[in-house]
């Protein structure tokens, strides 16, 4: 009775959550957002070296929620990193190797959209890998992290959890949605039909490499505003950063023209449509 009633709270929390109005919903991004740029600031001024993970199903959300960090801050600051499947170099070298070279330095924040724990996910389930390579994985993962943390590396680590209905709402809209065409791979239908092999596989991901130095947050997606609302706030209340005082600037006076004039040239201007009359392209 106790399980039923933890999963009929969990459906009533997401049902709630879906309520979230676009109103209320861009009022407190724009609130995080003011956020993100003291936080950004302050990896800068202080040196801070962070490295955030975002790991999922196909659908789960992670490029929405990555896109809400990072569309008001820097991206010389915020870099995001979404590696393509390695070249066959790259298959030769250690595995790690290729996800190294993106580590943050002083002042940066890197976001992985996916990481090395591609290995325990994706390589695993459609056999990329053999079992012995993820098992190997998983088992040299959490000194790798603590390497990385004892280096003064911020290691943040992100789950985000998708059901499986909402996860087919998501595909389909891709196949339908001409915006979105482009995010549905083959690789993403075969791994559609794996739901129960990639449940395995994150389970012992879980089991592994949720460790004291880095653990595993779990973020629930089904609700895209919350979710991404959720993620930015705790991601923020990982991290140690104050506001730095700031003199507000003042635009200084514009130069005098000193002769100068708008020359006579045929500039190629852009056509000005009327956009009342939606054109073909």
Known sequence: MAKDRATKTQRDDSAALEDLDRKTYERELARLHAELVKLQLWTVHAGLKVCIVFEGRDGAGKGGVIKAITERVSPRIFRVVALPAPTEREKSQMYVQRYIRHMPAAGEIVIFDRSWYNRAGVERVLEFCTMDQAKRFLEVTPEFEKAMVESGIILIKYWLEVSEAEQ??????????????????????????????????????????DTPWAPWHVVRSDAKRSARLNAISHLLSQIDYQELKREKPALPKRQK???????????????????????SR
Request: a positive charge.
């Open 168 to 209: 087919t709402r998501r595909l389909k809209d891709r196949i339908h949605d001409p915006r979105k065409v482009w995010k549905l791979s083959p690789m993403d239908l075969k791994s559609y039909n794996r739901w129960y092999d990639y449940s395995r596989a994150r389970d012992d991901m879980f089991m592994a490499t």
């Open 257 to 279: 023209p000193h002769g100068y004039k708008d020359p006579d040239y045929p500039f190629k201007l852009v056509p000005e449509r009327d956009w009342g009359d939606t054109p």
